[in-house]
């Protein structure tokens, strides 16, 4: 075989695989029936939990939101104050003494072990405290999308299904190249974890939007295993706890959550740095799964720059990059759809280059410099 045909080939096998995940894999998810409400009322008591770090702006915010929900069975409201040194503290006892249903659990810094991840210890704390079997969490920076978010999210819980992966989103900002790059970040991951779900392996969840039973979160050990990682609270616990059996998904438009992203690409950096940082711990065919579908992301970058450049056979090079962008357009577009993320598909090309690139800083990056602690 001739060079230019070896390197077609490779090119080839590179958007094969593409093709694969966009067309097979990311399809469970992307190009399955919208998720239906219920008409049924749902009973399941609930224990929600929000830690806080400093988030006095924020819990002023979420904590009405909480208090407002409609949901036929009781329901708790458990703001785990985190050694703060702003008002939040303060305000959660305000809080609580207009709500009976709001219980406060305070860590004092002189209880945080240097070698423990503070917001895992503070959740345990949190979940300890829990009244109820359901747990439903989420994070002080975030504002459920509707008030049937308890009913959506608990509605899936089942005899069976004791973990419910959920959707957190990202508020748009317009005119930001930086929001919409955050905010395809977030639906890309969001479409892949949910895909991986639906084909029978849960790996990872988001904390924004996540709940579990007390039972499943003592019978796997809590945060026992990776308590002295940084981040995973919510990825690495999932990773390690989640099975096809015990685990759906719920992506009703309703029953997201959404927050403030990160509005300078440094700062955005710098959040992302802490959360790939878990991905190394992940059980080893997720590592493969995820490790292969971004390899072959940059390898069809920069594969796409080596067959233009050699200037290739024009049809060929075509119909694959062709194929490739339909399969990935469609995949995400449809999932877009589902998630109710409008406004980023129009640049996705260039920022899906941007991202794939910025990964790739994050990943050497953290190989030598240790992300910063939470807040």
């Known amino acids: 075989m001739t060079p230019d045909v070896i390197i077609l080939s490779i090119f080839g096998c590179i958007v094969s695989i593409q093709i694969i995940y966009y067309l097979f894999i990311f399809s469970g998810f992307s190009f399955s029936k919208k998720e239906q409400k219920s008409t049924q009322k749902d009973s399941t008591p609930v224990s929600i939990i929000v830690c806080a770090r400093n988030e006095a702006e924020n819990i002023t915010k979420l904590v009405p939101q909480l208090v407002g929900q409609k949901h036929d069975a009781p329901f708790e409201i458990i703001l785990v104050n985190d050694a703060s040194y702003d008002e939040t503290e303060d305000l959660m006892d305000s809080f609580a003494e207009q709500h009976q249903n709001i219980k406060i659990v305070k860590v004092k810094e002189i209880e945080t072990n240097v070698n423990w991840s503070s917001k895992k210890y503070a959740l345990t704390l949190g979940i300890k405290a829990a009244k109820y079997n359901h747990l439903l969490l989420t994070d002080a920076d975030c504002i459920p999308l509707s008030n049937n978010w308890i009913s959506l999210m608990t509605s899936h819980f ?96 309703e029953a997201a959550t959404t927050s403030v992203p990160k509005k300078t690409f440094s700062e955005w950096i710098d959040q992302k740095r802490r959360h790939i940082s878990t991905a190394s711990f992940y059980k080893g065919k997720d590592k493969f799964y995820l490790g292969l579908f971004y390899s072959s992301q940059l390898l069809f970058i920069v594969g796409t720059l080596t067959v233009l450049a050699l200037q290739l056979d024009y049809i060929i090079v075509a119909a694959l990059i062709s194929s490739r962008y339909l399969f990935s357009y469609l995949s995400i577009g449809f999932g877009a759809g589902k998630l109710n993320e409008k406004g980023i598909l129009p640049l996705y090309p260039i920022i899906e280059i941007v991202l794939i690139f910025s990964q790739l800083y994050l990943f050497i990056t953290n190989l030598f410099i240790k992300p910063n602690r939470w807040r």
């Open 158 to 253: 089942t005899e069976k299904k004791k973990i419910i992966l959920g959707y957190g989103g990202y508020k748009t900002i317009k005119n930001s190249f930086v929001n919409k790059l955050v905010r395809f970040e977030t639906l890309l991951t969001a479409i892949q974890y949910f895909s991986f779900a639906k084909r029978g392996n849960p790996y990872m969840g988001v904390g924004r939007n996540l709940a579990y039973t007390r039972e499943v979160f003592f019978e796997n050990d809590g945060f026992a295993n990776h308590m002295k990682i940084l981040s995973g609270d919510d990825d690495l616990f999932v990773n390690g706890a989640a099975n096809k059996n015990n685990t759906a998904i719920c992506f009703h438009k």
